[in-house]
């Protein structure tokens, strides 16, 4: 078997904690849940990180990037008649939420963990910036008007997470198309069309 470089060897241990936290959650998995997946000592995981929150905001700012890859990719091949339809259907897409509950337990955690908190924050950014895109996008090919793109995608930023934290939540009252329902009716108010 090939030795790894160390750069491939950091990379899997990202992507082994990464898998593991998605079943165990962020504050729910440790240290040796990660090394009993990649069947190694911790001493392994200390040589590549300083710490378990090094770990963990390194396999944050990993989801981070990939979920805003796919996204991006995701919406690649639309039309600007249908791409704010194209993304709400993508972040309703995981059946189990597994990646909602990510997120959550991140900016949970990050409230008592600095190095996460900017972390998470730049994430914030990253997704404000990509829904102020798709709603001057949708200005653009006369979907609507919205005076303040930026607001508006706060906006809508806040109701995504608000309705998908619940609807993570076992025995919820809401359905994912109440959800898609409530986020078309939001969407299209910010674009100050019709609610139908």
């Known amino acids: 078997m090939k030795r790894l470089s160390g750069e491939e060897r950091r990379a899997q241990i990202v992507e082994s904690a990464y898998t593991v936290i998605l079943e165990k959650g962020l504050a729910g998995t440790a240290t040796r849940d990660v090394t009993r997946k990649l069947g190694v000592g911790s001493g392994l995981l200390h040589h590549y990180f300083r710490s378990w929150g090094d770990l963990r905001a390194e396999v944050v700012k990993t989801f981070i990037t990939k979920e805003i890859e796919a996204l991006k990719h995701a919406l690649s091949d639309s039309a600007s008649d249908n791409m704010l339809e194209r993304f709400i259907d993508w972040m309703i897409a995981d059946p189990e939420f ?99």
Request: aromatic content about 6%; proline content about 3%; charged content about 30%.
């Open 98 to 196: 597994r990646f909602w509950r990510l997120w959550l337990d991140a900016i949970e955690e990050a409230r008592r963990d600095p190095e996460l908190a900017s972390i998470v924050q730049e994430g914030h950014v990253q997704w404000h910036e990509t829904i102020t895109k798709l709603i001057r996008q949708s200005v653009d090919a006369g979907l609507g008007t919205c005076e303040t793109p930026e607001n508006a995608a706060w906006r809508v930023s806040a109701l995504i997470d608000g309705l998908m934290g619940m609807l993570a939540l076992d025995g919820t009252p809401l359905t994912k198309e109440l959800v898609k329902k409530l986020l078309h009716e939001q969407v299209a108010m910010e674009l100050c069309r019709d609610i139908r």
